[in-house]
């Protein structure tokens, strides 16, 4: 379906408005253009001397000031409705490229980074609203002018009205050769935009890496070379607005009044016909209000096309293939999880995980260790279904995770990651996450089971003091404490500890640690670590290289393997002796 197509569909939800601000703006152009006739009655009947008669000449004028107030309060009403029409369409488109977003799978934003993604949301959503409001109105207005114009101007002179009848496809040729150039050059322009925002939003992320680095002058070169090119292709289209667009009206403005003057000039001089001053005066008046609409039209060109090619980028991502959010349940599973002959591989055919055979049973505690790059944090992505195995299966209490939707499946799981995230708002609604399912008592008891109380007392707010975004006033202790008790809060069967312990300091790891062996009774719980201290107490310890299972077993077990985790731990034992 053409982008023109889709647009004129989200205009059909909102057609209240829409068709309402429209017919407005036909009865403003309708009452506009009953000025000039009401003027040549004026000139020709009550102006000419010795034709002047006061109170006819008084209630004309009083109609003609009538008329200029009422276009005035119609176009105004108009344009109200135009733009709550198009205020309440883009609400909505974004409501769906926002929703959108949340269906896609992790996948896709590996490929898209976060800034071009924030400009279609946000820029790309405007320039369709502009399309509604100034295009729409602007196009409606000048289209229904013309029309207009051209009925006034047959009903005063056939003859030359259907001469200016041949500006009609002159503007329509004009119009194609156009959007010809103009869209080339657009796509480029929003690409730009989007390319400047995906590194405005990559530079304040990574400051402190830029300026640690002296990376600085490196990020301006990078910036100013994204910024001249989007400048470029805005001076070309400025260079084909300019040339082309007041030209063109003003070349066939001065056509059609040669035009006028030479039929209306034969007439006179070789007929009887004389033209009244009344007639001249419509017909000067006419013409001008038919050139001022197509100098309007002529002028949108590059805003509509601007909006077209925005709205194609919207809808381009409305398109990508996502994944309607489930809102089925199943009742809360044991934990038994099965990796049974499972490979996968984030590129085709390049494979970062190998046969993988293994189990967890609940209340187990299984870790995961190897060197970076071997297969760790792949295992978590393929259990939390970020991502589907390659081949094989992954099963929990028996059942295909592949079978049921992906919320589903982790409805009773919880995570925490390496580098936890917070959102803007409070402690409280960082445990909770706004889940009416869980209760402020709740909030409190999932903090203090992972030993938060102590952490969190020098907070003037306690729980509810404020976190802005990512936290990034709170210790690397403290908000990795919250995201743990935000998994808790959740009382997940399976719980995922992603290098849990990798960024605090040693007094908050044994918090952490005292919570787990508290609450792990019930849960399987998986732990990627790199520190082997933290998981000498697990069930099971698999140990992984390139993406294949060395060894699995206790603590013990391997350390009298004298294997590869033997050698790992003696390492780090060592360096921590050091």
Known sequence: MSPMKRLTDYAMRYKRFIISGLFLLALSVATELAAPYIAKHIIDNYMTVGKLHVQPLVLLLSIY??????????????????QRGANRIVQNMRIETFNKIQTMPIAYFDNSPAGKIVARVTND????????????SQ??????????????????????????????????????LYRKYAQAYNNVIRTKIADLNGMINESINGMTIVQAFRREKQMEEEFTELNDTHYDYHRKLLVLDSATSHNLVNFLRVTMFLVFIYVFGTNSMTTNDYVTAGTLYAFVDYVTRLFNPMTAIVSQFSQLERSLVAANRVFELLDEKGEDVATTTVPRYDGNVSFEDVSFAYKENEYVLKNLTFEAKRGETIALVGHTGSGKSSIMNLLFRFYDPSKGRITIDGIDITSLPRQTIRAHMGIVLQDPYLFTGTIASNVSLNDPRISREAVEAALKAVGAGSVLTNLQHGIDEEVIEKGSTLSAGQRQLISFAR?????????????????????TEELIQHAMDVLKEGRTTFIIAHRLSTIKHADKIIVLDRGEIQEIGNHEELIARGGTYAKMYEMQAKSLKQ
């Open 65 to 82: 000031f009538t008329l200029a107030i009422v276009t005035g309060i119609l176009r105004y009403i108009s344009t109200v409705w135009l």
């Open 125 to 136: 959503t405007e320039a369709v609203r502009n399309l509604y409001v100034t295009v729409l």
């Open 487 to 507: 998994a808790l809060a959740f009382n997940p069967a399976i719980l995922i500890l992603d290098e849990a312990t990798s960024n605090i300091d040693t007094e």
């Open 139 to 176: 196009f409606a207005v000048s289209f229904l002018s013309m029309f207009g114009v051209y009925i006034a101007l047959f009903t005063l002179n056939a003859q030359v009205a259907a001469i200016a009848l041949i500006i009609i496809p002159i503007l329509y040729a004009w119009m194609v």
